[in-house]
């Protein structure tokens, strides 16, 4: 049978740049329009009746790009907290953002931290940011506080299971996404939720994300919706789902 909806749609954001220099453009410009295609996207997670949308926004790896393109990127995140940030609540959204935030400046940190607080009794949309995201971080993280807890006699290593470490992780009160979308082509998962997305369905397209329109975010939709997920076990009349993997895999190919 068709999938419904996904639960929890995750988003690597990539290609701004190339997208950029493929139309004579800086490539600040291309982060510009990138901006918009969020906007776009929550908007149709929201009609579509998504419940968490996670994006991949600037990962642990990025500070290592030029320090004037990653002060503009910082720049751009702090307008839209202040100029889009009150619609998104507004239309019951809650804004959620993991990674290491301690490595963003204070009055960034100051302004992610008042939309989640002002956000938090909403009930729509969980939209989730991931800023100084890695996700090999979050699992060391989520393991020095198991072995924090065994030291203190709370917790014994027999007792530790799968939902031990889910439990001590960034998404705890999260499902685990059940497809995860790359833009641009990319054939890789450049560290973004390794142990979340064990089971999720993978869509990459050839679009870069300043080209992936709300048409082509419900072309994946669609694609997910005609998938089979087994999760490792046998199911009869598979039939023509066979090669599913490798139709979604060049998904909105151009």
Avoid at 74 to 89: A, P, R
Avoid at 143 to 158: H, L, T, Y
Wanted: with cysteine.
């Amino acid at each position: 049978m068709p999938n419904a909806i996904p639960q929890h749609v995750a988003i690597i954001m990539d290609g701004n740049g190339r997208w950029a220099k493929k139309q004579g453009l800086l490539r600040v410009q291309g982060h510009e329009v990138g901006v918009q295609r969020v906007e776009e996207i929550i908007k149709a997670a929201q009609e579509k009746g998504i419940r968490f949308l996670t994006l991949y926004a600037f990962s642990k790896e990025n500070w290592r790009r030029p320090k004037e393109e990653v002060e503009f990127l910082m720049g751009l995140l702090s307008s839209y907290l202040d100029k889009k940030i009150e619609v998104l609540i507004k239309n019951n959204c809650i804004f959620n953002v993991i990674g290491e935030m301690g490595d963003l400046a204070p009055t960034l940190q100051k302004k992610l931290k008042q939309a989640m607080e002002t956000s938090k009794h909403n009930t729509g949309l969980v939209v989730t940011f991931a800023l100084s995201y890695s996700s090999r971080r979050e699992i060391l993280r989520a393991c020095q506080k198991i072995a924090e807890q065994a030291v203190r006699g709370a917790i014994q290593p027999s007792g530790i299971t799968e939902e031990t470490l889910s439990r001590n992780l960034y998404t705890a009160d999260m499902p685990d996404p059940e497809l995860l979308i790359r833009t641009s082509g990319e054939m890789r998962i450049s560290n973004f939720l390794l142990w979340q997305i064990s089971y999720a369905e993978l869509y990459i397209t050839q679009k870069f994300w300043p080209e992936f329109t709300r048409d082509e975010f419900e072309k994946a939709l669609e694609d997910y919706k005609g998938r089979e997920r087994r999760f490792g076990d046998t199911c009869p009349g598979r039939g023509s789902n066979e090669s599913s993997g490798a139709r979604a895999v060049n998904g909105g190919k151009t």
